[in-house]
């Protein structure tokens, strides 16, 4: 069974998901759009950890997700950061999707530790 919440932490300003079981693409789709809806009622950055998810996503999917997914075409979408802490075993397919979504002009970061992805996120955005 897969679960996710989705919460505004004051303290780092930013909006954290977490996502527990099986990740695919039906519910990716509705935690991004969800998470993006929250993080614009707050202004804030993301920050997903999928530490306890397992992927279940093909590359075609990663590489159509900018394009395909509303929540990601909108102008909006380029204003927020987005960090992902991910679990090692998966680190290579996130590498991938760091690059699609960049190259879609979105401000995505894949992390295997909390501390270094807050550190990110705490940076000025690139212009």
Known sequence: MSEYSISYD???????VK????????LGDKVITESRVAAADTDSDLLYDVRDSSANVSLADWFFLPRRLDALKNPEARSRKVAVIVPSEDLAD??????????????????LNEIEALGWLSEPAEH
């Open 19 to 26: 996502l527990v079981g099986d990740l695919d693409r039906e």
């Open 10 to 16: 004051q303290d780092h300003g930013v909006t954290r």
């Open 94 to 111: 996130y590498r991938f999707y760091e690059d699609v979504a960049r190259n879609a002009g979105l401000s995505f970061r894949v992390f």
